[in-house]
């Protein structure tokens, strides 16, 4: 059984269903013939990225009963210039608002989450270095270096 379907629909636009039913709509940009209607698909792996680990983090969070007030990510990647344009480096910023006082129980999270559990980030690390940084209040806390 399929995990994921991707259907052409026109243009470079395409419809991915995932195997638990849920749509994403792929498309290029107007100047590799596409007309801008969904997500790219590189994108797609940073946004699959931040799923994953932050799902790691807010389950490990949640058992710790650590409360946060508010918990974003922000992801970029470089690619290389050559085909195929892969991710060479990927930043991945974890932004908490909570209480400073659980900055070890974040720090012990995002660890966790880039070093033993998530699944996108281990596959991605094979060919791009991923760097973390965590903040608490907006003040950067830690940097987690690819392969510490």
Do not use: W
């Amino acid at each position: 059984m399929p995990i994921a379907t991707v259907k052409f629909e026109s243009g470079m636009k395409f419809s991915g269903e995932s195997g638990s039913g849920h749509t994403v709509i792929m498309d290029s940009s107007p100047e590799m013939g596409g007309h801008n209607q969904g997500v790219r698909p590189m994108e797609l792996l940073l946004l699959a990225l931040g799923g994953c680990t932050g799902i790691d983090v807010m389950s490990m969070l949640n058992k710790m009963r650590v409360v946060i007030e508010d918990f974003r990510m922000d992801l970029d990647g470089t690619r290389q210039e050559e085909h195929p344009k892969i991710f060479r480096t990927i930043q991945v910023n974890y932004r908490f608002t909570a209480d400073p006082s659980v900055a070890d129980k974040l720090s012990r999270a995002v660890h966790l989450s880039q070093e033993k559990y998530c699944s996108v980030s281990g596959m991605l690390s094979q060919s791009a270095q991923i760097e973390a940084r965590i903040y608490l209040n907006d003040h950067l806390m830690e940097t987690l270096q690819p392969g510490s």
